[in-house]
Protein backbone atom coordinates (compact mmCIF):
# COMPACT_ATOMS: atom_id res chain seq x y z
CA UNK A 1 0.00 0.00 0.00
CA UNK A 2 1.17 3.62 -0.05
CA UNK A 3 1.73 5.63 3.03
CA UNK A 4 2.22 9.51 3.66
CA UNK A 5 5.07 11.36 4.79
CA UNK A 6 5.91 15.50 4.78
CA UNK A 7 8.36 16.56 2.36
CA UNK A 8 11.56 16.62 2.83
CA UNK A 9 14.73 18.52 0.79
CA UNK A 10 16.18 15.21 -0.09
CA UNK A 11 12.92 15.41 -2.10
CA UNK A 12 13.38 18.35 -4.54
CA UNK A 13 14.69 16.23 -7.57
CA UNK A 14 11.80 13.92 -7.89
CA UNK A 15 9.58 16.69 -7.03
CA UNK A 16 10.84 19.32 -9.67
CA UNK A 17 10.77 16.40 -12.69
CA UNK A 18 7.07 15.82 -11.45
CA UNK A 19 6.28 19.18 -11.31
CA UNK A 20 7.73 19.95 -15.10
CA UNK A 21 5.75 16.81 -16.38
CA UNK A 22 2.56 18.33 -14.98
CA UNK A 23 3.44 21.82 -16.45
CA UNK A 24 4.98 20.16 -19.52
CA UNK A 25 7.78 22.23 -19.69
CA UNK A 26 11.26 22.16 -18.26
CA UNK A 27 11.19 24.08 -14.72
CA UNK A 28 13.99 26.13 -13.76
CA UNK A 29 16.07 24.15 -11.38
CA UNK A 30 18.01 26.89 -9.18
CA UNK A 31 14.46 29.12 -9.19
CA UNK A 32 12.72 25.75 -8.51
CA UNK A 33 14.95 25.00 -5.40
CA UNK A 34 14.77 27.97 -3.84
CA UNK A 35 10.95 28.12 -3.65
CA UNK A 36 11.05 24.58 -2.66
CA UNK A 37 12.89 24.95 0.27
CA UNK A 38 11.27 27.79 1.35
CA UNK A 39 7.44 26.15 0.92
CA UNK A 40 8.65 23.40 3.05
CA UNK A 41 9.95 24.87 5.88
CA UNK A 42 6.84 27.34 6.11
CA UNK A 43 3.72 26.17 8.83
CA UNK A 44 1.54 28.39 6.56
CA UNK A 45 1.93 25.47 3.85
CA UNK A 46 1.60 21.34 3.98
CA UNK A 47 4.01 19.54 1.74
CA UNK A 48 2.99 15.65 1.25
CA UNK A 49 4.52 12.80 -0.97
CA UNK A 50 3.67 9.67 -0.87
CA UNK A 51 5.33 6.61 -1.59
CA UNK A 52 5.17 2.94 -2.18
CA UNK A 53 6.45 -0.05 0.17
CA UNK A 54 9.65 0.35 -1.25
CA UNK A 55 9.88 3.74 -0.03
CA UNK A 56 9.82 5.23 -3.70
CA UNK A 57 7.82 8.50 -4.50
CA UNK A 58 4.74 7.96 -6.26
CA UNK A 59 2.96 11.02 -5.34
CA UNK A 60 3.49 15.04 -4.47
CA UNK A 61 1.00 17.17 -3.02
CA UNK A 62 0.87 20.88 -1.52
CA UNK A 63 -1.67 22.95 0.27
CA UNK A 64 -0.78 26.67 1.36
CA UNK A 65 -3.27 28.48 3.76
CA UNK A 66 -3.53 32.28 3.88
CA UNK A 67 -5.50 34.80 5.17
CA UNK A 68 -8.11 36.26 2.44
CA UNK A 69 -10.06 39.33 3.05
CA UNK A 70 -13.10 37.93 1.16
CA UNK A 71 -13.93 34.73 3.13
CA UNK A 72 -13.06 36.82 6.61
CA UNK A 73 -11.00 33.82 7.34
CA UNK A 74 -8.10 31.52 6.65
CA UNK A 75 -8.18 29.71 3.61
CA UNK A 76 -6.68 26.26 2.21
CA UNK A 77 -5.77 26.14 -1.37
CA UNK A 78 -4.25 22.78 -3.26
CA UNK A 79 -1.39 24.16 -5.37
CA UNK A 80 -0.05 20.96 -6.73
CA UNK A 81 -0.86 17.32 -6.98
CA UNK A 82 0.56 14.50 -9.31
CA UNK A 83 0.39 11.13 -9.09
CA UNK A 84 2.60 8.98 -11.30
CA UNK A 85 1.50 8.02 -14.61
CA UNK A 86 1.51 4.32 -13.66
CA UNK A 87 0.01 4.98 -10.01
CA UNK A 88 -3.42 6.95 -10.74
CA UNK A 89 -6.65 5.83 -9.94
CA UNK A 90 -5.19 4.15 -7.35
CA UNK A 91 -6.20 6.04 -3.76
CA UNK A 92 -3.31 8.07 -3.80
CA UNK A 93 -4.83 10.97 -4.74
CA UNK A 94 -7.37 10.68 -2.09
CA UNK A 95 -5.41 9.25 0.53
CA UNK A 96 -3.56 12.70 -0.22
CA UNK A 97 -6.23 15.01 -0.15
CA UNK A 98 -7.87 13.33 2.64
CA UNK A 99 -4.67 13.99 4.73
CA UNK A 100 -4.77 17.69 3.61
CA UNK A 101 -7.94 18.08 4.42
CA UNK A 102 -7.75 17.28 7.62
CA UNK A 103 -4.46 19.60 8.28
CA UNK A 104 -6.78 22.34 7.14
CA UNK A 105 -9.53 21.40 9.11
CA UNK A 106 -7.33 21.47 12.20
CA UNK A 107 -5.65 24.72 11.56
CA UNK A 108 -9.71 26.23 11.55
CA UNK A 109 -9.13 27.27 7.42
CA UNK A 110 -13.29 28.13 6.43
CA UNK A 111 -13.00 26.87 3.09
CA UNK A 112 -10.38 24.95 0.90
CA UNK A 113 -9.76 25.85 -2.95
CA UNK A 114 -8.21 24.16 -5.90
CA UNK A 115 -7.85 25.18 -9.12
CA UNK A 116 -7.04 22.91 -12.28
CA UNK A 117 -6.04 23.42 -15.94
CA UNK A 118 -8.93 23.15 -18.28
CA UNK A 119 -7.97 20.62 -20.05
CA UNK A 120 -7.33 17.69 -17.02
CA UNK A 121 -10.97 17.40 -17.16
CA UNK A 122 -10.29 14.04 -15.26
CA UNK A 123 -8.96 15.77 -12.48
CA UNK A 124 -12.45 17.96 -12.20
CA UNK A 125 -14.23 14.82 -12.11
CA UNK A 126 -11.50 13.68 -9.14
CA UNK A 127 -12.40 16.77 -7.05
CA UNK A 128 -16.11 16.95 -7.59
CA UNK A 129 -16.21 13.34 -6.67
CA UNK A 130 -14.13 14.89 -3.50
CA UNK A 131 -16.98 16.85 -3.09
CA UNK A 132 -15.47 20.26 -4.23
CA UNK A 133 -17.94 22.49 -6.26
CA UNK A 134 -17.36 24.40 -9.78
CA UNK A 135 -18.43 27.85 -8.22
CA UNK A 136 -15.62 29.68 -9.97
CA UNK A 137 -13.41 30.84 -13.41
CA UNK A 138 -9.60 31.69 -12.92
CA UNK A 139 -7.82 33.89 -15.35
CA UNK A 140 -4.40 34.35 -15.95
CA UNK A 141 -1.99 36.51 -17.65
CA UNK A 142 1.58 36.11 -18.03
CA UNK A 143 3.68 38.82 -16.89
CA UNK A 144 7.45 38.09 -18.05
CA UNK A 145 7.97 36.23 -21.32
Known sequence: MYALRKTEPRDLEIIHGMLSALEEVELPFDAFQNIFLQNISSDDNLYLVAVDERGMIVGHFAMHTQWLLHHAGLVAEVQ???????????????????EALFWAREK????????????????HQFYERSGFKNTHL??????IT
Not at 80 to 98: A, N
Not at 108 to 123: D, G, H, Q, S
Open 80 to 98: EMFVSPGKRSSGIGELMLK
Open 108 to 123: KCVVAEVTANLKRTRT
Open 138 to 143: KFTMGL
